[in-house]
């Protein structure tokens, strides 16, 4: 508790809300309605889908407030709440009423977390981990709760994920339990209760009970501004309500971590360092964590990607790419369970590492508007480095044409997405849960379309969160950037601190199912895992198991290709496992294609210059299976 600066209880941090007058009141209703109408990409969707009406409930809040004064109106905590309930309304985690001061940049927590896993006698809840210095009778790790505030503690995790905004149930459920001990004050009202009471079965098998009382301290600050006129925000695919999650988990649980990054979240490192014993040091510990991993069907490099939210993605990549490289190469686990997304260049850039194939990133458009048409226009030549140019075109003929939304252009540059091509050749099974979303849905749905490797779900579907999002901050901007601004902008700034985020171009997907959308759809795993006691306690040795069984069934390959350059002689060494022709090429064009046997062969090409690529193709049965670049 002492590593957690500034805390007071819950009850004494809600005495200092309550700021709003009736006109900013007013004015965030004006705002959210302008978006939701204008701006937001997945309200058609959401009205069939979940046959909510988001607009109207603003408009009759808005229009029972001209009935209110100053000394009439409701308390602040239940505007706060209606608005959060309307924003929850539509089940998507990108789209959110933020709430301004005092509670933006706080977090309310209990000093526990709670995780589900699963047996033969149905679920359990285990406490998994506490803050460091608390104490309870017979509680800890491994402690199993049965009852919350008096509820069976199944009913109270699926009565809180019914107030949230998770797309399937499995998403529900994975955010209501999370929910249960720890809230972003941004983007989740405060919990009702000062304190719960836990009933639980202690550490020694004995009935016991604690009254905790909920806290408030300040969150770990965001990785970037995403108000800001940048490309980094204007490419965010990010569920902020989880990554405000992520980054107080970090503070309360990894300090560590915090202490390498000194408190920059996704900081990069000048040079890297190991977070555990069995991990190997990395630039970016907040990022990544990678290690070698025992399991029954042999040893394989299990590669965890906590976010996607980081500023460079190249270096993004190339961290990936290395830590790869450092593990072993007969087959990798690439787990990305609890990531809520990040920049989408990143999640897109790395897939080209895993796969031979060429990469097509995911094609997004926005809804056909005024208002979404005249920010295109404003930036389609790019001005400010925000290039929408792509969308520009689709929008201006909806008038005529009556379409519902722009083309399908991607916002990751191709070329980037497949800058450096393969580098890992091993087996690949990706690891995903509920609590996957955004860009890291994105990523998810390019690992099934590019058919890179298995998926192995600890829930039946990932979060299902397919777009890319703004703040209206961000919007207000691309008004008024660059000078002069637009006088006329609707757009006006909201008080305290307050802000506003929209889904504003949904993502669609590639490949056999091209064109489908990634929102409430989600991305299915090949095959599930439930969690173990073993998992939860044990550094999840049940789930690594399942995942080396899935990498040892699958076909291992390797293509290693050496060069030397004699002259304008180039003499190419070629050595593969599970691959029976190899195609070279140099700057693109055909050289050579050789039938392979078990022995390493040797060829040679003339007329080369430095700076030249040679690209090995290699493939099995006449498929593409492997792929290799080289810079001359």
Not at 80 to 101: C, E, G, K, W
Not at 425 to 444: M, N
Request: proline share 6%.
């Amino acid at each position: 508790m002492e590593a957690v600066t500034a805390v007071v209880p819950l009850a004494q941090f809600l005495d200092s809300a309550g700021t709003l007058t009736p006109a900013q009141r007013k004015l965030l209703v004006d705002q959210s309605l302008l978006l939701l109408e204008q701006n937001y990409v997945h309200l058609p969707l959401k009205v069939a889908m979940h046959a909510v009406n988001p607009l109207q409930r603003l408009r009759v809040m808005r229009a029972r407030m001209e009935r209110q004064t100053a000394e009439t109106m409701e308390a602040e905590w239940l505007f706060h709440r209606q608005m959060s309930s309307i924003f929850h309304s539509v089940r998507d985690l990108h789209t959110n009423y933020l709430l301004p001061a005092p509670f933006a940049g706080k977090i309310a927590f209990l000093p526990f977390m709670i995780e589900k896993c699963s047996d033969e006698s149905g679920d359990h809840y285990l406490i998994t981990r506490t803050i460091t210095g608390y104490t309870a009778t017979q509680f800890g790790a491994g402690a199993e709760v049965t009852h919350w505030n008096g509820t069976p503690i199944a009913r109270a995790v699926a009565l809180n994920g019914a107030q949230f905004a998770g797309s399937n149930d499995a998403a529900n459920l994975a955010r209501g339990l999370e929910s249960l001990t720890l809230r972003p004050l941004v983007i989740q009202s405060p919990p009702d209760e000062d304190w719960v009471t836990l009933t639980y079965v202690g550490l020694d098998g004995s009935a016991q009970e604690l009254r905790e009382q909920w806290k408030v301290t300040t969150n770990l600050p965001p990785m970037t501004d995403l108000d800001a006129l940048t490309p980094a925000s204007a490419s965010m695919g990010l569920d902020l309500d989880s990554d405000e999650k992520s980054r107080a988990k970090k503070a309360l649980y990894v300090r560590e971590v915090v202490e390498l990054e000194r408190g920059q979240s996704s900081a990069e490192l000048k040079k890297p360092k190991a977070v555990g014993g069995d991990d190997l040091p990395t630039t970016m510990p907040g990022v990544f964590r990678a290690r070698e991993v025992v399991t029954a069907s042999g040893t394989f490099g299990h590669l965890r990607i906590f976010t996607f939210s980081v500023t460079d993605p190249i270096a993004f990549r190339d961290e990936f790419v290395r830590l790869a490289a450092a593990l072993p190469q007969n087959g990798l686990v690439v787990d990305v369970r609890d990531n809520c997304g990040g920049h989408i260049y990143a999640s897109e850039y790395t897939l080209q590492t895993l796969t031979p194939r060429h990469i097509s990133p995911e094609p997004v458009q926005f809804i056909s508007t005024p208002l979404n048409l005249r920010i295109c226009r404003r930036h389609k030549d790019n001005p400010a480095g925000i290039d929408l140019g792509p969308w520009f075109d689709s929008l201006d003929l909806a008038t005529e044409t009556g379409a519902a939304y722009s083309a399908a252009k991607p916002i990751t540059p191709e070329d980037g997405a497949n800058a450096i091509g393969q580098t890992y050749y091993g087996p690949i099974v990706l690891i995903t849960d509920a609590r996957v979303y955004s860009a890291t849905d994105i990523f998810t749905a390019g690992f099934a379309d590019h058919q890179i490797g298995q998926i192995l779900g600890v829930d039946d579907n990932t979060g299902a969160g397919g777009a890319n999002v703004w703040t209206h901050g961000l919007l207000a901007s691309l008004l008024n950037e660059p000078p002069p601004p637009d006088e006329t902008s609707p757009y006006v700034a909201l008080p305290n601190g307050a802000n506003l985020r929209v889904a504003i171009r949904r993502t669609l997907r590639v490949g056999n199912l091209s064109g489908t959308p990634v929102e409430d759809l989600g991305v299915r795993p090949d095959s599930t895992h439930q969690m173990t006691r073993r998992d939860l306690l044990e550094g999840n040795v049940d789930l690594l198991d399942a995942a080396g069984a899935l990498l040892a069934a699958m076909p291992n390959r390797r293509l290693d290709v050496t060069t030397k350059l004699t002259g304008t002689t180039l003499t190419v060494d070629l050595d593969v496992d599970g691959l029976d022709r190899v195609d070279l090429y140099l700057d693109d064009r055909p050289i050579s294609s050789e039938d392979l046997a078990a022995d390493p062969i040797t060829i040679d090409i003339i007329d080369v210059t430095p700076g030249q690529l040679l690209r090995a193709d290699g493939y099995t049965a006449s498929t593409l299976t492997a792929s290799h670049r080289t810079l001359i």
